[in-house]
Each structure stands twice: as structure tokens, then as C-alpha cells.
């Protein structure tokens, strides 16, 4: 115990038990040896026992006496900070039986409080860009001894010597005015150029340049944004209508959620949805964290003064198998419940509002010992393009949404760009595909299996087929609202094909030169213009290049397995250029960029600066003074260094 009172219990029937406390012997600390027949007080210590329910009793040891520090000529106090240090025995007897015991170890401190006469006088601390606060700064911890702190005051001569040759130096160990390398009687310089003494500074420490070195500046505290929605005084429109990515708001001033995945990976059941972000989620429960989300009757702020009423239509899952990912072995009789397998929105919108709302409610039975896979998908559909043709009507990409891409030589021009994302082991038979998202820089790959005997033709042509596969498209769309139907919406992919190579191994297997083995993907793009305060850009190129590789059979122990890997990557870049081609650069403009102070170290043009009203450093006629003399000196110098002036002489 470290304070002046602990608490304990004591478990069983109290009746008839006594309780008793004993301390050791104040010299060596031995207990005495255990006696039924002894009190509830001993010494400075006191002992009670309070019932605190059913066959449970709290039992107190408490400290009867004072924990002040002695002032002069006083008694009954504490001499030193460590006030108690005792050792106690607690016991439960019935009769003469032990029926428990207790070891206490007591350190107490005295009080630390104040007790002399206080004082108005306020503590002043000095500004730190002004005057150091501290002559130790690496004295961090009160009342201990700070290792390699040599100018701790706490640390005593025994304890310096232990580090007395690694001590902290420099401004953190202690010496908060050390001379600098500008000061005239710093030899600290290993080398000190010629001009050293006719540039070096003669100033007082009070005025180094160490000062304020752990000084931060004038803080202010944030403001945080709060997360609810702020209350309409007006009773006219709640606001102007939405924007991209703003939330959606119910006829209670609420968000309208839905389950979504967290950066984490998990879902969370009270996600906003944001305006025109569709996604698709799947989220794991079972019978015992199941969790019903908003009710379907709530009605949804359309982006003006009026509310709209979903339309609900419910529908019962038949089969099950796709939703139940696992199952225990169930019993005779188990308790199941319907619950919601997957909801699909589908928002219809136009400008900033939204003009209706489609959800699709699939039900289920859902068991104890079960594990659901439920799905929840958002999708919003312009109403110029319900039929799933045009959702889009965004001038231009924004990040994170997908690259449009179209196969515009074949009867259905829908065509995919695609990234392998991988699972299982990686291989590439059972990776999934994922699209490419603008703006964002990605990696990908999966791995290859190959036999030892394979040919390494059928090798090549393998590998480009898996790559080729992921660009199942001729067109990538230069905005996000890209129609089919107009060519000019649309660039051509530039694909460069992989080197052909008839490279012999001159009949060695497992070794297979030129492997089209990455596949690069570069798109150009360059921003266009905004749409309410929301960038917009526009793809200019498309180019799809191959990089080989040389592969090796990798014999393992023993070489017993014939197939090796080999992985094949994917990789996408975005390359932003300007929207126009920046003009060229004349020859007025090469010429005044060597005199362009913001381009070089050197700036010509303000070597008179001082000697200019702009120059604010010192009064003018001082800085004037000092120019020409200045100026005297070098024409002195000139003069001196000329032959025909020793000739003189």
C-alpha cells in the first residue's frame, strides 16, 4: 500500500470470525508468528470490518497517524519524505483456526502540500525566445536523477560518476549560451579562412543565436468539427440542394446510413451515404451481433423543401448457400430468425436533387451457429440514363472512380480495364480481377506455374495472353459520361507489342529468355476545369507497353518438383500534363532567368540592397556610411595590388 488507507475482502460467512493486525518488528521487519488472540488495533494502525453482502465482508486497514513533513522544534511528523515503511498481518480467525491471512506491505510519503505561510507573489516565467527557461533542459523527470544529466541537480556525486564520461552535451546537456562559430573569440572553427577576423561578430552571449532553440511559436487550438447536423431556423429549404460526396439527409435531420467497410476492412453499420458514390459491400455476422439498420419507412431530404418515400420491395432468398459461408452442426431444435440477406438502392437523381428511390429488400432465415454474408449496394442513375447506358453525367474523372473503357470494333462496345487482385496462394488461375481507378498509381501481379520442360514459345505466348486479358477494351473514355455512340469521346489505346524473340537456349531446359512477363500501363491526363469547386480532368492517351524478363528454373531441395514460378505484373500510371502546351520560352525570357533572384543562389540585382530605402535593417545613414567605406576599401585594394604602386615604394 502506498497511501494511508486500503480496502480488502473477505470471502465467507463473517459470523463468529475475528478479526486481528499485527506489524513486524520495526528493525528487521520479521512478522511475529501467527496468534488468533490478537486486536483490531496495533500501534499507528487500525482495522475494520464492515459487511458488504452476502458471505462477504470489506475489511479496512487504515493509518491513525499524521503524514506532514517536521517543521522546526515539532513532533509527531515525518523526518523524512518516506514517511512509513512497515510491514502488517492481517488474520480471520474462528476460535483458534486461521481461516485467512493477509501481508501488507506499507511505503507511505509524507504529505507534499504546503504548509508554511504563502506568498502572493506569482512565479514569472520568462519567454523563451527571449531568455532561456531552464538551465538543464535535459532534466525531465521531478524528483529522480536523470541518467547522462550531468547538471542534474537531483543526481548525487555516486550516482555522476556512473556516466560522468557520457554526459548529454550541447544545449540539451546544460550549456544554454555556448559560444558560436561567428563570435570573434570562438576557436571552435577548424578552419578559419583569411577574412575571419574582418566579418566575425563581437557580441555579448545574452545575444546567441542558441536562444530559443526549443521555442515553438504562439500556438492556437484547433477547432474540431462537430458531427452533427446543424439545426434549420428557417422553416424554408434546409439548403440548396446536394453535391458530390455530400451526405444524404432524412426528414429527422439525420444521416441516411448504410453498412459500409472502414479503411480497415470492416463494415460499419452507421455510414452515411454520400451523394452519387456507389459501392458494394459484404459484411460478415451471425444470429448474436445481428443488427436491424434503418427502418425502410424513413422518408429522404430530395435536395429541397419536399421528402421522398422509398419504394420497398421485399423478396425471399431460395437459396441460402450463397450467403451462408459457414455452418456448424446445428441441433435438434435451434433457434433461427428472418433477417435481411442484402439491400439494394438504387437513387435516381438529376442536377442536385434527388428525384426517386428503389430498394430492394432480400429475407432470410437466418440460424444459431451460422455465419451471413450480407450484401448492401448503392447505386445512383441519372434520370437521362435509367437504362444503365449513361449513369454518369460528370464532365470529367474524378479520383477514385473507374477508367471507362470500350470495345467499339464489336457489337457490344462495353468492354473492362482490369488489375489482377489476387487471393488463396496468388496464382493466377484463381486471382480476381478489380478495375483501374483514376488518378490512383497501382501494382499488381499473380504467380505463374511453369514446368521444367515447358517450351518457351507456348511460354510467351501463355504470359500475353493472361496480360492481354486483363484489357478487354480497344477505347478508354476521355471523360466519365463518354457515349458509345460518338467516337470522338473516346482515345485509342496505343498498345506497343511485346519483342518477338527466336532466342535459342540451345536445347537447355528450364531457362526461357524475353518473357513478356510486365505489363505497363500509362495514361495521360490533365485537368480541364472545375464543376462547383470539384476539378474535373480529362484522359488525353492511353499507351500499353511490355517489359521481359529472363527466367530460370528455381531447383529447390533435391529438385524432386518440376514446376517452378513465375510471377507477371501489372502496373498503372497516371501522367498529368498541362491542358494547353505551355508557351515557348523566349530568348528575352533565358537571358532575365540568370538574373532571376527566385532561380538562383545568386542574386545580382540586390547587391546594392542595403544601400536602398527598401532596406529596413538600420537606419539608412549607417547603412549608407558603411557602403561607402566599404567602397573606399575595395578602391584601396584595387590600388594596392597595381605594380606600378610598389614602384613607388
Request: glycine share 8%; with cysteine; proline share 7%.
Amino acid at each position: 500500500m502506498s497511501g494511508p488507507r486500503v480496502n480488502s475482502f473477505f470471502l465467507g460467512s463473517s459470523s463468529g470470525v475475528n478479526f486481528s493486525i499485527s506489524p513486524g518488528d520495526a528493525e528487521t521487519g520479521k512478522l511475529q508468528l501467527a496468534n488468533c488472540s490478537g486486536s483490531k488495533r496495533a500501534g499507528d494502525w487500525n482495522l475494520d470490518v464492515t459487511p458488504g453482502g452476502v458471505n462477504i465482508s470489506k475489511v479496512t486497514v487504515s493509518l491513525t497517524r499524521t503524514l506532514e513533513l517536521c517543521l522546526p522544534n515539532a513532533t509527531e511528523c515525518c523526518p523524512s519524505p518516506l514517511c512509513v515503511v512497515e510491514t502488517l498481518q492481517v488474520l480471520a480467525c474462528r476460535g483458534s483456526v486461521m481461516l485467512a491471512q493477509l501481508l501488507i506491505q506499507a511505503e507511505i510519503f509524507a504529505n507534499s502540500s504546503f504548509t508554511g505561510n504563502e506568498s502572493e507573489n506569482a512565479t514569472i516565467i520568462p519567454n523563451q525566445a527571449f531568455k532561456p527557461l531552464g538551465s538543464c533542459p535535459c532534466n525531465l523527470t521531478a524528483g529522480a536523477c536523470d541518467v547522462r544529466c550531468c547538471c542534474d541537480l537531483e543526481c548525487t556525486p555516486d550516482l555522476q560518476e556512473l556516466f560522468s564520461g557520457s554526459c548529454f552535451t550541447g544545449v540539451f546537456g546544460g550549456d544554454i549560451n555556448p559560444p558560436y562559430d561567428q563570435l570573434c573569440s570562438s576557436q571552435s572553427m577548424g578552419y578559419t579562412p583569411e577574412w575571419f577576423p574582418f566579418l566575425c561578430v563581437h557580441s555579448s552571449l545574452d545575444n546567441t543565436p542558441f536562444l530559443g532553440y526549443f521555442y515553438h511559436g504562439s500556438t492556437s487550438t484547433p477547432k474540431v468539427p462537430s458531427f452533427k447536423i446543424p439545426l434549420q431556423t428557417s422553416p424554408g429549404k434546409p439548403f440548396t440542394g446536394y453535391r458530390e460526396g455530400d451526405p444524404i439527409i432524412t426528414e429527422e435531420d439525420e444521416y441516411f446510413t448504410v453498412p459500409q467497410q472502414s479503411l480497415a476492412g470492416q463494415c460499419v453499420g452507421n455510414a452515411p451515404v454520400a451523394y452519387l458514390h456507389n459501392f458494394d459491400v459484404k459484411c460478415l455476422t451471425n444470429l448474436e451481433s445481428y443488427k436491424e439498420g434503418l427502418p425502410h419507412d424513413v422518408r429522404i431530404n430530395s435536395g429541397t423543401a419536399d421528402f421522398i418515400q422509398r419504394n420497398v420491395v421485399y423478396r425471399t432468398i431460395t437459396d441460402r448457400d450463397k450467403f451462408i459461408t459457414e455452418s456448424e452442426n446445428l441441433a435438434a431444435e435451434v433457434l433461427c430468425q428472418n433477417v435481411t440477406f442484402a439491400e439494394h438502392y438504387k437513387f435516381l437523381w438529376k442536377d442536385k436533387n434527388i428525384e426517386q428511390v428503389n430498394v430492394t429488400v432480400f429475407l432470410g432465415s437466418l440460424c444459431d451457429g451460422e455465419i451471413l454474408t450480407q450484401r448492401f449496394t448503392v447505386e445512383f442513375l441519372s434520370v437521362n440514363g435509367t437504362n444503365g447506358e449513361e449513369p454518369f453525367e460528370n464532365p470529367g474523372y474524378q479520383a477514385g472512380k473507374p477508367v471507362r473503357a470500350a470495345n467499339l470494333n464489336a457489337s457490344d462496345p462495353l468492354g473492362s480495364l482490369n488489375i489482377w487482385q489476387p487471393a488463396g496462394r496468388g496464382l493466377c488461375a484463381s486471382a480476381a480481377y478489380r478495375p483501374v481507378l483514376f488518378g490512383i498509381d497501382s501494382h499488381s501481379g499473380c504467380i505463374l506455374e511453369v514446368d521444367i520442360n515447358e517450351d518457351c514459345s507456348l511460354l510467351r505466348g501463355n504470359v500475353t495472353e493472361k496480360l492481354n486479358a486483363l484489357i478487354q477494351a480497344t477505347h478508354i473514355g476521355k471523360r466519365d459520361n463518354s457515349s458509345y455512340s460518338d467516337l470522338n469521346d473516346w482515345v485509342e489505346i496505343i498498345r506497343l507489342d511485346p519483342f518477338s524473340s527466336n532466342a535459342s537456349t540451345g536445347g537447355l531446359k528450364g531457362i526461357c529468355p524475353d518473357i513478356p512477363a510486365n505489363l505497363n500501363i500509362r495514361i495521360i491526363f490533365a485537368k480541364v476545369g472545375a464543376v462547383q469547386g470539384i476539378p474535373q480532368h480529362q484522359i488525353l492517351a492511353v499507351q500499353i507497353s511490355y517489359s521481359t524478363v529472363f527466367w530460370q528454373f528455381q531447383c529447390g531441395l533435391g529438385c524432386r518438383n518440376t514446376l517452378s514460378f513465375l510471377p507477371i505484373t501489372a502496373s498503372v500510371q497516371f501522367i498529368e500534363v498541362p491542358a494547353q502546351p505551355p508557351l515557348p520560352v523566349t530568348r528575352y525570357q533565358k537571358i532575365y532567368a540568370e538574373f532571376d533572384c527566385n532561380r538562383n543562389e545568386v542574386c545580382w540585382p540586390q547587391l546594392l540592397y542595403p544601400l536602398t530605402r527598401f532596406y529596413t535593417g538600420e537606419p539608412y545613414s549607417q547603412s549608407l556610411a558603411k557602403g561607402l567605406f566599404l567602397a573606399f576599401l575595395v578602391v584601396l585594394a584595387a590600388i594596392m595590388s597595381n605594380p606600378w604602386f610598389s614602384k613607388l615604394w
